[in-house]
């Protein structure tokens, strides 16, 4: 994908590829395909994330804060997606999220930290407005750490259990 002359493939390498050494290729029900979450889901690198998830035959759910960009994006992913409210700097949300996939999968082999503000890294911190940087720092610092906390008990029923925190910058 490209997104402001930042590119992204995921690669064969990557844990959440079936064939890789002590991954399964067998198979074939929908309780057997990995279960992977991608926050962000519906706006800049997420849908493609979530497309290529689809294209290597996982199981994602599309989170994002606006229910309907959720739901948008999964449609168009076709059947191995579907969309998840979830505003990741609150802990109500998240935890509804998590009981969601709880109820729904059981488990959570993949955690996607994807959702992100942007933040202007050459700001003059003397004069930057703290509400930015808190909803920033909120958003790209705590949000994962809360994510991965909240999801640990699915993750550690998941196979293979993987997070992936996406960044970027310039």
């Known amino acids: ?22 991954h399964s290729t067998g198979m074939s029900a929908p309780n057997d395909d990995r279960v992977v ?62 009981e969601a996939i709880d109820r729904r999968h059981g488990r959570l082999d993949a955690l996607v930290n994807n959702a992100a503000v942007n ?10 407005d703290l509400e930015i940087v808190d909803g920033a720092w909120r958003t790209n610092v705590l949000a994962p750490w809360r994510l991965t906390q909240a999801f640990a008990p699915l993750l550690r029923a998941g196979r293979e259990p993987v997070v992936v925190n996406v960044t970027s910058g310039p």
Do not use: N
């Open 119 to 128: 933040f202007d890294a050459g700001a003059d911190p003397v004069t930057e």
């Open 37 to 98: 979450l991608v926050t962000g889901g519906s706006r800049g690198l997420g849908p493609e994330i979530a497309r290529q998830l689809v294209e290597a035959e996982h199981v994602v759910v599309v989170a994002a804060r606006d229910a309907q960009a959720a739901a948008a994006t999964a449609k168009e992913l076709g059947e191995r997606a579907w969309g998840l409210t979830l505003d990741v700097t609150d802990p109500e949300s998240v935890q509804a999220a998590v």
């Open 1 to 22: 994908v490209r997104e402001m002359g930042v590119s992204c493939r995921l690669t064969p390498t990557s844990r959440l590829h079936p064939g890789v050494a002590g």
